[in-house]
């Protein structure tokens, strides 16, 4: 028999366990689903724009009552639970009816808090909650005119918002002196409080209620201070308290919320709880990205596989109400031992602040252009070192480059503006797939749309997007990624098993890591082939159905599904041999395009895979090898010519690039790596966008790193200044090394450098020599089972020879 | 169904991997799975046409080389956001052998596991 589940509460918390559940095991229980309103589950967040009139009820339902149907899910909607018998494992309704239960699930949500000032009780006088209050508001707007909102809060500013686009004369009492205050400081509060002002609405600060006015209908208010105000309909916004009224009662453990431990178990082993009811490590949270986490932790535990674990969530906070840009995220009320950094313009309505405790960022408040709200938040969220970007940091991402997509605001493009310029993703195609299709993070928006699953150059314009569609709980970076849908777990955790269990095959990473999909996918097997390669050299066996077809065959795959190959040209130094070389090749197999790249070598174009071998036959014998210009590998040593011929260089460029590509090449990486060394300061050969870029200068050698001149251009940060040719070779391998071991799968080195931060590589590449050279040293290791010319071994050997033949030819 | 061939031995094609059957100027795709299933399907992508056999192979789905639409190996049909659909040929294995038919059976192959 299935084990029974009882979810008590039918809001997003307890529905999104639910999705969770019947997503991972959907044959595991038999669920049932008790919930106050009479409505499937909707998306409580999202209450402000309906009072707004800029979304539906049906906008926003997330689970309509078909789908209860179609999962098998008993649900009693309209219907209050009002007892647990715990030793006997049931649940009791109002009607008497008894469910019994193996695992209670409570997700009751949370209740507005109602000031308990004479006159409380009075009809018109509503909280700001659900489904009920809204239609409440949206008929008294109908038959009156007068509106109070008590609590200058997000909550109460949006019913206040809501409630003067339907025509009401609102105003809104609130008891401190600046609004919001719990997510504003002074400043951002009074630009906030202004622009709110002329929209229309009134604002009583330090006022304080003491009583609601009225004898069968609330008429008004009247504060502290004798002032009156008149009223139709009075909306208490003053914040709202986990609703643990149940709990109590049957005698679980509570405290502000039901008290769970990180799995989200109450004090009763058969009773978890999540949502706003719960409290974790002494917070109830009121906002929807913390249940996501938590509902996920939950579901991992109510199917037996209980591996993940809640610790707790960092959280931010926008306003719904449009033509009012903020976001607020942590603690931005700065305090001992904290830093702030602050930008005003009062004249065109920006203001931002950022609170910095130890170089990483602790808040943010950000009033007229939020934009980089979501960076700002992974910033925080990664506890990333901005010491090195401080300088910078409040002109935004876009001031670190990232080819011209920041510093917009996208909801003011037009819906046909291109967002996502390799698959042709329009923004409104977005926005309408996040609304329909009840989307809620990147990889939701990448699945149905594609946008931003190519190059990812707009991704930050995606998630601006879904920040805006969704209001501020849209959950922006969760700091622990999962490498892909295959797996909960995110990269640094699996290239640490794989080196702390001695993990050698990718079935035994996926077996020890509980992998979801067998064979994985396309997006985790070549990534999981490199960290075993650059864990296991010499004793990994590379496995080529692993591999990306170009990495696989050597070549890049071009749109109509011939080859293109790139002899390496070390320095960029050809002879008269290899280019007559090229140029018989050329002729013989009638190479359909010949191109100059920009990385100084030479590439054919139009090559049928069969052609392959031969072709590298004959390069092979004037000397040529791999150029690996299709690989997540060491690409090209770009170089000037240097002290040789330049009359300006200082140093032997050239050659000194040429040992450099002899020590490097050949070695894979987590994406491609490109190196440059110029002769002098004026840098003809671009070292300054390369991932390692050396400038010679009269006295020795400037090393760059983490530049690039791709999706997003970024120029380089130095690394030092050396004074000999070893040193450079030394400190090159050493930076090499410590990227290849520590940065993500397809993770280039202008963000890995952003993300650890340029003081911790320094750190361990410049102060500290004894690990410098400790990495140099397995950077060498690696090189000699790397260094093999794949392409002479696909010409000569037959264990490739199926690879480039078909299995058979017929009619 | 007429126009059966005998193409090949499962273990002509890696695992995981696939080979191509030439027919004049169409390929035919012919894959094998982990659990050594042998699918075969046209080997044109919905999308732009690109190699289906240079893909990377996963459960009974490939991943098209060249903008990542991944394909239900089985029916053929696109899977995620992309619609589309790639013909499929029945194959069968018999004491090893891979046999092909040459006419397209839209979605009703039916890929028999090898057991030789």
């Known amino acids: 028999m299935k084990e029974r589940l009882v979810v008590i509460g039918n809001g997003m918390a307890g529905m999104k366990v639910v999705e969770e559940l019947l997503a991972q095991a959907p044959d595991m229980y038999d669920i049932t689903v008790f919930g106050d309103e009479p409505y499937g589950n909707y998306n409580r967040i999202l209450l402000s724009p309906v009072l707004a009139g800029e979304k539906t009820i049906d906008d926003i339902m997330l689970n309509d009552i078909a789908w209860y149907n179609e999962n098998n899910i008993t649900l009693h909607s309209g219907c209050k639970v009002d007892y647990i018998d715990r030793l006997a494992k049931t649940v009791s309704t109002n009607d008497g009816a008894k469910t019994p239960y193996d695992r209670l699930l409570l997700a009751t949500g949370s209740k507005p808090f109602i000031l308990p000032v004479p006159g409380h009780e009075l009809k018109g006088v509503i909280g700001f909650r659900d489904i009920y209050d809204v239609e409440n508001m949206l008929e008294t707007s109908k038959a009156f005119k007068k509106a109070v909102v008590i609590g200058g809060g997000l909550l109460g500013l949006e019913a206040a918002n809501g409630l003067a686009l339907n025509g009401m004369d609102v105003t809104v009492v609130h008891l401190m002196d600046t609004l919001m205050e719990r997510q504003l400081d002074f400043t951002a509060g009074a630009m906030l409080r202004k622009s709110l002002e002329e929209k229309g609405l009134n604002f009583i600060t330090e006022g304080s209620t003491e009583a609601i006015l009225g004898e069968d209908r609330v008429t008004g208010i009247k504060l502290k201070d004798g002032q009156e105000i008149e009223a139709d309909i009075v909306v208490m916004a003053i914040g709202i308290k986990p609703n643990i009224e149940l709990a109590q009662k049957v005698g679980i453990y509570c405290e502000r919320g039901v008290v769970v431990d990180d799995t989200m178990l109450t004090y009763d082993p058969n009773i978890y709880a999540v949502g706003e009811c719960a409290q974790h490590r002494g917070i109830a949270y009121g906002l929807v990205a913390p249940l996501f986490d938590q509902a996920r932790v939950c579901a991992n535990h109510l199917v037996h596989k209980a591996y993940l674990a809640y610790r707790g969530s960092v959280t931010s906070t926008k306003l719904k109400v449009t033509g009012v840009d903020l976001f607020s995220a942590g603690n931005f009320s700065g305090g001992e031992g904290r830093e702030e950094i602050v930008l005003k313009d009062a004249n065109s309505g920006v203001y931002k602040k950022l609170v910095l405790n130890d170089n990483k960022i602790e808040g943010a408040v950000l009033y007229g252009d939020t934009g980089d709200g979501a960076w700002y938040f992974q910033l925080m969220r990664d506890g990333t070192d901005v010491s090195d970007i401080r300088n910078t940091l409040l002109f935004g991402q876009a001031h670190l480059g990232d080819a011209g997509h920041g510093g917009s605001n996208v909801m003011a493009l037009p819906n046909d503006a291109e967002i996502c310029g390799c698959n042709g993703v329009c923004k409104g195609d977005i926005v309408d797939a996040i609304s329909a299709k009840k989307l809620f993070t990147l990889d939701d928006v990448r699945a149905h749309t594609k946008a931003s699953s190519s190059c990812g150059s707009c991704t930050g314009l995606v998630e601006q997007l879904l920040a805006n569609v969704l209001g501020g709980d849209y959950s922006a970076a969760p700091a622990e990624k999962p490498m892909c849908g295959c797996t909960h777990y995110p990269h640094d955790v699996v290239r640490t098993a794989i080196v702390d269990q001695n993990l050698k095959t990718i079935p035994a990473v996926m077996k020890y890591l509980d992998w979801e999909n067998a064979d994985g996918c396309a997006s985790c097997r070549p990534a999981l082939n490199y960290y075993l390669i650059c864990a296991w050299p010499g004793e990994y066996e590379d496995d080529s159905q692993s591999r990306f077809i170009n990495e696989r065959v050597h070549g890049n795959i071009q749109r109509d599904g011939t080859y293109s190959i790139i002899p390496r040209m070390w320095g960029g130094v050809t002879t008269a041999k290899e280019l007559r070389a090229i140029a018989d090749v050329t002729d013989k197999f009638n190479i359909r395009e010949v191109t100059v790249t920009g990385g100084q070598r030479i590439a054919l174009f139009g090559i049928e895979k069969k052609d392959l071998p031969a072709i590298w036959a004959d390069l092979g014998k004037a000397g040529f090898v791999s150029g690996h210009a299709y690989g997540k590998a060491l690409r090209t040593v770009k170089t000037c010519v240097g002290s040789t011929w330049c009359r300006f260089g200082t140093q032997d460029s050239t050659g000194l690039g040429i040992k450099i590509e002899e020590l490097t090449w050949a070695s894979w990486t987590p994406h491609k790596f490109k190196f440059a060394v110029s002769g002098c300061p004026r840098n003809c050969a671009e070292a300054t966008i390369k991932d390692f870029g050396v400038v010679c200068v009269d006295s020795g050698y400037e090393l760059h790193i983490g530049g690039n001149g791709g999706v997003k251009v970024r120029v380089t940060d130095l690394l030092c200044k050396v004074d000999t040719e070893e040193e450079v070779m030394e400190f090159s391998g050493a930076f090499m090394q410590l990227y290849r071991e520590e940065a993500w799968y397809l993770e280039r080195t202008a963000p890995w450098v952003e993300r650890v931060g340029l003081s911790s590589i320094k750190a361990r590449i410049v102060d500290d020599a004894e690990n410098r050279l400790a990495l140099f040293e397995r950077f060498q290791h690696g090189q000699k089972f790397a260094q093999i010319d794949p392409w002479k071994e696909r010409a000569e050997g037959e264990s490739h020879k199926q690879e480039f033949t078909p299995l058979m030819e017929t009619a | ?116």
């Open chain 2, 1 to 116: 169904m007429n126009n059966w061939i005998e193409i090949g031995s499962v273990t002509d094609i890696p695992v995981l991997g696939a080979r191509i059957v030439r027919r004049g100027s169409a390929n035919i795709a012919v894959f094998r799975t982990s659990d050594d299933t042998i699918y075969a399907l046209e080997n044109k992508c919905a999308h732009k046409q690109g190699p289906l056999s240079e893909g990377i192979v996963h459960g009974c789905r490939v991943t098209c080389p060249l903008h990542n639409w991944v394909f239900d190996m089985q029916t053929g049909e696109a899977l995620g956001a992309d619609e589309g659909k790639v013909p499929t040929y029945p194959v069968e294995v018999r004491d090893g052998q891979i046999f092909l038919s040459l006419e397209s059976a839209g979605n009703t192959s039916e890929p028999m596991a090898a057991n030789g």
